[in-house]
C-alpha cells in the first residue's frame, strides 16, 4: 500500500473529484498564504466596511496565517507519501455534486517499525470538522456557523449568538432529492462580508439578487442596500408556511431560485404534568391541576392538540369517560410557552366512586398535514372517601398508673350522602374493649370535636391501644402509661443556693432549690409533695408542680433566732430524688489555762477557748468535766455559748479536788462537734523545797576562787516559804529565805575569793531536803589566750572585779571544771527541765538600755547560757532551759558604749558579738548549724 494515494485498486469517479476539491482547496490556501490574491481585492470597499463596524472579507494578515497552514498541510501529506504513508479521500455523497467538503488530514504515531500513516478525511455533510477517527465526524456545521431561527421575535439569525433557541433551530434549504441541507454563514470570495449560502458556496439571496450578510448587531444577519452601509431589512420564518421571509418586504429568500425555510415549523412538542389534586368524598368534587409546556417553535392552538381526563380503579380499568362531563379540552400554548388546565368531577354515592384511586391526564400524537404533535400523559393517586364519619385523633396524653389518660379527636362528617343532618355514634376502644360511646350530630361537612378519659391501672403498664372508631371510620394511637415508682425515680431536686454566709444568730435561711423531671413528663404535667428538713426537722410541706421541659425553682426560708442550734444540714425530700447541703459547722476547743501542779483539797481552776470557725452561727452547750468522778465533789459543769461565725469565748470553771484524787487526772471539754483532753498532776496540799542541783566552780583555778550553785524547787502541791541555805566546808556561806510557788525553782550562788588546793566540801539545803558533795582542788597553770569565736565562753576578771566575778562565776558556769549533781529522784529529774531563776549580781548597773531575746529554733528542748559584759565585766549571766521553738526576753543590756553579747548550748559552740552604745534590742537564735547573734 506504500506509495498509493489510494487503497482500492479502482478510483471511483467520487473519488476523482474529492481528489479535484482537496487539490482546489490546498492550491487557494497555499497561494492566499503568498500573498496572490485569488478573488477580486478592493481596498476602497475594506475601508467601508471597517468604518460601518462590518468584517471585510480581505483582511490579509488573516489569509496570510490561513496560507501558512496550508503550506504546512500540503507539506505533512507529503511527507506522509514519500513515508509510505497512505491518503484516504471519502467518497463523494450521491446527493449532488456540488455539495463538497475539503478534506482533513490525520495522522498516528507508527509502533516501532512500522510505516507514519496518514489518512485524509471528509464528511460531506460538514467541511469543517477535523478528526482523528472518521466515525465521529459531525453531522453539521459548527454551531456559530449554523443559521437559525430563535423564540424571539421569530428572527432568523446565526449560530453566534447561541440564545433563546428551539430544540431543532437549523434553517435549511430543500434539495432536489427530497432531503434538506443547512444552511451556514461563512466568507464568500465574491463578497466582503460574511453571507448565508450553503456548504458548498451557494449564496442565498432576496428575489435572488441581493445576499444575506452577517453584521455585528442582533439579529445578525441582515440585507444591506446597494453601497453596502445601511441594514435595509432582516429575515424572520412565516408561521403559515415556514419559509423564510424579510421583515419589512415580506420578499421571499432562495438559493438558486429554491425557497429557504425551517423544516420544523410545524412541530409541536407538548410535555404535561399533574400539579395537585383534591380529593374529596362522595357527593363532592375532586379537581385535578395540570401545566403544559410546548418545547418547540411551533404554536399549538385550536384543534391542533386535545387533552383528556380520566379515572382508574386499583386494576387499572377506567370509569367510562361518558360518565365524566368535560372529561376532554383543546390546548392552546404557544411555541416554548406554557398553560394551566384545571379538570373538575362531581363524585356520586349511587356509583360508587370511592373504588377509583387514579387519575390519568393525557394529550394523544398526532401527525396531520397541518401540524405533528408528540403528546405526553401524566397520572397521580386520587381519594374519594365513602360518605360518612370520618374520625382524626388530635391529641393524646399518657399518663402515671393510676391517673386519667384523654384522648382528643376531629370528627368530620364527609359527603352530602344521604341528605340533611344525620347521627353518628362514636365509641372509645381500649386494648379492643369498648368503654365509651358518644353520638354526634352533624350536616353534610360539618365537623365536630370530642374528648374521652380513661383512668389507668397497673394492667395499662407500660402502653395501652386507644381507639376512636364511628361506623365508617377509626383511628387509634399508643399511650405510655409509666407506672409509679419510675415516674418517682424520674423527679428530680437540686438546692442551687442558700444565704448561709449572710446568717446571723437571728434571721432567715433561705434555699433556692430546682426541681425537674427526667424525661419526658406523663401528661405533660405532674404534681408532688417536697419537704423541707433543717437539722432533721421538717420546717416546711409544699406542693410543686412540673409542666414542659423547664425546671420549676422554689424557695425555702427557715426563720431561726439565737436559741436554735447551729445548722448543720438541710435536705429537700420528694418522692423520687432528694437535695441536701451539709453546712461546715465547727468548733475549736483549747484549754488555755489549767492549775498544773493542782492539790488535793484545793482548788483546781480550768479555762477554756472556744472559737466558732465554721459557716453557721448558733447556740451550743460547752462541757468541761474530769473522766474520774471521784477526784472532785461535781465532776462536770456546762456552759451554754452563743457564737457567730469567727467569733470565740473563753469559760472558766473550778474543781474542788478531794482527798482521793489520783496523781493524774485527765480534764475533758465538749462541744456539739470538739473535744479537747488535758492532764492535771495531783499532789499533796503542802509545800515541799527539795534540792535540785548543787555545783562548785573554780576548784582547778586557785585564782578563779570558788562558786556554790544551788537550785531549790518547790515539789509540793501549794505555794510555801523555807529557809535556804548554801554552804561549803560545812560552813554557810549564804542563807535566804524564799517563796516558791508549787513548781517553781530558784538557783542561788555564793563564793570564796580564793581556792586552795585539797578537798572542799559543798551543798544546800532547805526545811525538807540537802544535799552535799566534795571536790579536790589542784594547782596548774595555764597561758592565757585571746577567746576565739566559736570557743567556750572567756571570763576575764580583774582585781577591781574581783567580787563580783565571784559573785556571778557561781551561776555562770555550768559545764567545765565545777562539778554537777544531779538527786536520783524522781522529783530531781523533773526539775532539771524546768527553767532556772535568774541570779542577779547587783554589783554593776544593767537593765535600763535595752532587752536581749533568745529564740530555741532547734528541734529539742535545750539548756541555754547568756552573758552579758561590759569592759570586762560580767553584768549579766542566766543558765535555763528553753522548750523547742520556745522564746525568752532579758532586760539586761547595760547602758555602755561597748559591751559584749554572748551563748552558749550544751551540744553547740558558744558565740558572742560586740554591740555599741544604742544598741537596744539583741536577738540570739539558735540553730542546729550554729548560734546567730545580731541586733534586731
Given amino acids: 500500500m506504500n506509495g498509493n494515494l489510494c487503497t482500492d485498486s479502482t478510483v471511483s469517479l467520487r473519488t476523482a473529484v474529492a481528489r479535484t476539491v482537496f487539490s482546489s482547496v490546498v492550491a487557494r490556501s497555499l497561494l492566499a498564504g503568498l500573498g496572490i490574491a485569488t478573488g477580486r481585492t478592493n481596498s476602497e470597499d475594506e475601508d467601508r466596511c471597517r468604518n460601518r463596524g462590518l468584517s471585510p472579507h480581505g483582511d490579509r494578515r488573516r489569509g496570510q496565517l490561513r496560507g501558512a497552514i496550508a503550506v504546512l498541510s500540503l507539506f505533512v501529506v507529503v511527507a506522509a507519501v514519500l513515508a509510505g504513508g497512505s491518503v484516504v479521500l471519502p467518497a463523494v455523497d450521491d446527493r449532488v455534486d456540488t455539495d463538497r467538503e475539503e478534506p482533513s488530514v490525520t495522522g498516528a504515531s507508527p509502533a516501532d517499525g512500522s510505516p507514519l500513516t496518514f489518512e485524509t478525511t471528509a464528511s460531506t455533510s460538514d467541511v469543517y470538522g477535523v478528526t482523528s477517527d472518521p466515525i465521529n465526524v459531525p453531522s453539521g456545521p459548527p454551531d456559530d456557523k449554523r443559521v437559525v431561527v430563535r423564540f424571539e421575535e421569530d428572527h432568523v439569525v446565526s449560530g453566534s449568538l447561541e440564545e433563546d433557541l428551539p430544540p431543532e433551530p437549523a434553517i435549511a434549504v430543500n434539495r432536489s432529492d427530497g432531503g434538506y441541507e443547512d444552511l451556514i454563514v461563512d466568507e464568500h470570495d465574491d463578497y466582503d462580508l460574511e ?130 362531563e368535560d372529561y376532554t379540552t383543546t390546548i392552546d400554548v404557544d411555541g416554548d410557552g406554557n398553560s394551566s388546565y384545571t379538570f373538575t368531577y362531581d363524585t356520586e354515592r349511587d356509583d360508587n366512586d370511592y373504588i377509583f384511586e387514579e387519575v390519568r391526564v393525557e394529550i394523544e400524537d398526532r401527525n396531520t398535514d397541518d401540524v405533528t404533535v408528540d403528546g405526553d400523559s401524566d397520572t397521580a393517586s386520587v381519594e374519594i372517601g365513602a360518605a360518612g364519619a370520618a374520625v382524626f385523633i388530635t391529641n393524646s396524653t399518657s399518663t402515671v398508673e393510676g391517673g386519667e389518660l384523654s384522648v382528643t379527636a376531629d370528627i368530620d362528617r364527609y359527603g352530602n350522602e344521604p341528605e340533611g343532618s344525620q347521627t353518628y355514634p362514636i365509641s372509645l376502644f381500649i386494648d379492643g374493649a369498648e368503654v365509651e360511646t358518644q353520638v354526634h350530630t352533624l350536616a353534610p361537612g360539618g365537623e365536630t370535636t370530642t374528648t374521652f378519659s380513661y383512668e389507668t391501672d397497673h394492667n395499662d403498664v407500660p402502653e ?87 425546671p420549676t425553682n422554689e424557695t425555702f426560708v427557715f426563720a431561726r433566732n439565737e436559741t436554735h442550734p447551729p445548722i448543720e444540714n438541710v435536705t429537700i425530700e420528694t418522692p423520687g430524688e432528694d437535695a441536701s447541703v451539709e453546712f461546715d459547722r465547727r468548733t475549736d476547743v483549747t484549754f488555755t489555762d489549767v492549775t498544773d501542779p493542782a492539790a488535793r483539797n484545793e482548788t483546781l481552776e480550768a479555762t477554756v477557748s472556744v472559737e466558732d470557725v465554721g459557716e453557721t452561727p448558733g447556740r451550743d452547750v460547752l462541757t468541761i468535766e474530769t473522766t474520774n468522778p471521784v477526784a472532785v465533789d461535781n465532776a462536770t ?39 479537747e483532753t488535758t492532764s492535771v498532776e495531783v499532789r499533796d496540799d503542802v509545800s515541799r523545797f527539795v534540792v535540785e542541783e548543787v555545783t562548785l566552780e573554780g576548784a582547778d583555778d586557785p585564782d578563779s576562787g570558788l562558786d556554790v550553785t544551788g537550785t531549790i524547787r518547790n515539789a509540793g502541791g501549794v505555794s510555801g516559804a523555807q529557809t535556804v541555805q548554801l554552804t561549803l566546808d560545812g560552813e554557810p556561806i549564804r542563807t535566804e529565805e524564799i517563796v516558791l510557788e508549787p513548781d517553781e525553782e530558784v538557783t542561788l550562788s555564793a563564793g570564796v575569793p580564793t581556792s586552795d588546793e585539797g578537798t572542799y566540801a559543798f551543798g544546800a539545803s532547805t526545811d525538807d531536803d540537802e544535799y552535799s558533795d566534795t571536790s579536790v582542788a589542784t594547782a596548774t597553770q595555764t597561758e592565757s589566750a585571746p577567746d576565739d569565736e566559736g570557743s567556750s565562753l572567756s571570763l576575764p576578771v580583774s582585781p577591781a572585779t574581783l567580787l563580783v566575778v565571784l559573785a556571778s562565776i557561781a551561776g555562770a558556769i555550768a559545764v567545765g571544771a565545777g562539778v554537777i549533781k544531779y538527786r536520783d529522784d524522781p522529783a530531781t529529774v523533773r526539775a532539771r527541765a524546768r527553767q532556772l531563776r535568774n541570779t542577779v549580781l547587783g554589783a554593776v548597773p544593767f537593765g535600763d538600755s535595752g532587752t536581749v531575746i533568745v529564740q530555741n529554733d532547734l528541734p529539742r528542748t535545750s539548756l541555754v547560757r547568756v552573758r552579758v559584759r561590759s569592759e570586762n565585766d560580767v553584768v549579766f549571766v542566766e543558765d535555763f532551759e528553753l522548750a523547742e521553738n520556745e522564746r525568752r526576753t532579758f532586760d539586761c543590756l547595760p547602758d555602755a558604749e561597748r559591751f559584749d553579747v554572748g551563748a552558749g548550748v550544751d551540744d553547740i559552740t558558744s558565740h558572742e558579738e560586740t554591740f555599741g552604745e544604742g544598741t537596744e534590742t539583741v536577738a540570739i537564735v539558735l540553730r542546729p548549724e550554729g548560734i546567730t547573734i545580731r541586733e534586731l
Fill in 464 to 550: 395501652t391501644n386507644v381507639e376512636v372508631s364511628s361506623r365508617t371510620d377509626s383511628d387509634s394511637v399508643d399511650i405510655p402509661v409509666v407506672s409509679r415508682e419510675e415516674h418517682n425515680r424520674s423527679i428530680e431536686a437540686a438546692i442551687t443556693g442558700t444565704n448561709v454566709d449572710q446568717l446571723n444568730l437571728t434571721g432567715e435561711l433561705e434555699v433556692d432549690t430546682a426541681f425537674d423531671y427526667d424525661g419526658d413528663i406523663p401528661g405533660g404535667e405532674t404534681e408532688f409533695q417536697a419537704h423541707f428538713v433543717v437539722n432533721g426537722d421538717v420546717e416546711d410541706r409544699r406542693n410543686v408542680t412540673l409542666a414542659g421541659s423547664d
Fill in 637 to 675: 459543769r456546762e456552759r451554754t455559748i452563743v457564737l457567730e461565725g469567727g467569733e470565740s469565748t473563753t469559760e472558766t470553771v473550778t474543781f474542788e479536788l478531794t482527798e482521793d484524787a489520783p496523781p493524774n487526772l485527765e480534764l475533758r471539754a465538749s462541744t456539739g462537734d470538739a473535744v
Fill in 195 to 324: 453571507v448565508v449560502q450553503t456548504p458548498d458556496g451557494e449564496v442565498a439571496k432576496v428575489n435572488g439578487t441581493r445576499p444575506v450578510y452577517r453584521v455585528d448587531d442582533d439579529p445578525d444577519l441582515v440585507v444591506l442596500d446597494d453601497e453596502q452601509e445601511v441594514v435595509v431589512d432582516e429575515l424572520q420564518v412565516s408561521r403559515e408556511d415556514g419559509l423564510v421571509r424579510t421583515v419589512e418586504g415580506d420578499e421571499v429568500v432562495t438559493v438558486n431560485g429554491t425557497p429557504i425555510e425551517y423544516p420544523e415549523y410545524d412541530y409541536v412538542d407538548l410535555g404535561l404534568e399533574i400539579t395537585d389534586v383534591e380529593n374529596a368524598s362522595e357527593g363532592e368534587s375532586i379537581s385535578v391541576d395540570v401545566a403544559v409546556h410546548n418545547s418547540r417553535w411551533a404554536d399549538a392552538t385550536g384543534d391542533d392538540a386535545k387533552m383528556t381526563f380520566s379515572l382508574h380503579d386499583s386494576d387499572g380499568n377506567p370509569k367510562d369517560p361518558e360518565e365524566i
